[in-house]
């Protein structure tokens, strides 16, 4: 495991019991470094959508605790935010809610010169996951061969 999954991990343990005793969900944590500074963030959903007091709330709950367990060794800005519209489908539940829904793929590599690709998300399992393009045309892509996969909006 590495140093950014572990610190994942650990911030995952923190926030469940902070986010499940608020009745949100925790969609995703994140350790990232960007433009020089690292960044621990906590994406949290609920029903409706979330808010800055939401946020807010659970940002101020976890802070003392991540201060107290003090795991990281580099210094970071901690925060808690909404996934947005262009939340990507990461766990098993994310998977579940959204069969049936259109979806786009973006892959790590060309697949029949391709590496883009919209449709209705049709299944899934651990190795791949199938997608419905037009025409009833059925796709399965490798799990592994996944760059992104998130809800397909339209504006």
Do not use: H
Not at 16 to 37: C, M, R, S, W
Not at 106 to 115: A, E, G, S, V
């Amino acid at each position: 495991m590495t140093k950014r999954e572990e610190y994942e991990q650990k911030t995952e343990e923190i926030l469940q019991p902070i986010v499940d005793a608020n009745g949100f969900e925790l969609v995703d944590v994140e350790y990232v470094k960007e433009g020089g500074t690292w960044y621990l963030r906590a994406y949290i959903d609920k029903p409706g959508g979330i808010t800055v007091d939401d946020c807010e709330l659970v940002s101020r709950a976890a802070n003392d605790i991540l201060d107290e367990k003090d795991f990281v060794e580099d210094s970071y800005v901690f925060e808690v935010s909404s996934p947005g519209l262009g939340r990507p489908l990461k766990k098993e539940k994310d998977f579940a809610r959204s069969i049936g829904e259109e979806v786009e793929i973006r892959t790590f590599r060309p697949i029949n010169r391709q590496k883009e690709f919209i449709g209705i998300l049709e299944a899934y399992d651990k190795e791949t996951v199938t997608i419905e393009l037009e025409e009833e045309e059925k796709m399965q892509i490798n799990r592994s061969d996944i760059a992104l996969i998130r809800l397909a909006f339209d504006f």
